[in-house]
């Protein structure tokens, strides 16, 4: 499979909290995309970062990608309540989604 | 601008019966995507349309589902007959980059509860 994986599966922090997330792949990319998908909703896009790209921002999203290690990470700094949601990533190449991070943030 | 646009939002249908989804992209997007999202997992892509031509079909299960995507605007996705595993939400998404499929707009989804 050409999937994404992220892990964990499942994470639970307090607002104010950072929440981190990975996503590991197995071929190689030319760019990797992180989405959000609040309950019964569709997928939204969040952030792109290119295989020359080693960090990239986006207000309180933090995404870096190693591409020796074939693995990219999903920071979210202060969370908040409305963080909520599950978080996938995936490649160009690769447009089946992983089963995502399922993250709550309680307040 | 309009997002995505999917009807119905719920479906309930008996197994064996048929079904159809629609879709209307984004104006201009080229590239339509339309995924299957089992509870619990991750979207999976049944198939990639560009303008109207296919791009990727190799996870449709073409014996009982069937797309199309006439005058390489709207589409529809038809299931028939319906199986109980075919229960599901599908998602509609569109993409204004033809080549590379970076950043995704999609729909709100369909659900689909097979009885």
């Known amino acids: 499979s050409q999937q994404g994986e992220e892990d964990p599966q499942a994470l639970s922090i307090q607002e104010g909290e950072n929440a981190t997330m990975n996503c590991s792949y197995k071929?190689?990319?030319?760019?990797l995309q992180w989405y959000r998908q609040n309950s019964g909703r569709g997928l939204v896009h969040l952030i792109l970062i290119r295989s020359n790209e080693r960090e990239k921002h986006s207000g309180r999203l933090r995404v870096t990608l190693d591409t020796s290690k074939k693995s990219s990470s999903l920071l979210i700094t202060a969370s908040r309540a409305a963080d909520t949601a599950s978080y996938f990533c995936a490649s160009e190449y690769a447009l089946n989604f992983g089963k995502g991070t399922s993250l709550l943030v309680t307040p | 601008e309009a997002g995505v646009a999917q009807s119905p939002r719920y479906k309930i249908i008996e197994k064996r019966q048929s079904v159809a989804f629609w879709c209307n992209p984004i104006s201009g997007h080229a590239t339509l995507y339309w995924y299957q999202q089992i509870l619990g997992q991750g979207p999976k892509l049944l198939i990639q349309?560009?303008?109207?031509?296919?791009?990727?079909d190799s996870q449709l299960p073409k014996d009982r589902f069937s797309a199309e995507r006439l005058k390489g605007v709207d589409s529809t996705l038809k299931i028939q007959p319906a199986k109980l595993e075919d229960s599901a939400v599908y998602l509609c998404?569109?993409?204004?980059?033809?080549?590379?499929?970076?950043?995704?707009?999609f729909g709100s989804g369909t659900q689909l509860s097979v009885l």
């Open positions: 349309f560009q303008n109207n031509g296919v791009v990727d």
């Open positions: 071929t190689s990319i030319n760019n």
């Open positions: 998404a569109s993409s204004s980059q033809t080549g590379t499929n970076e950043k995704l707009f």
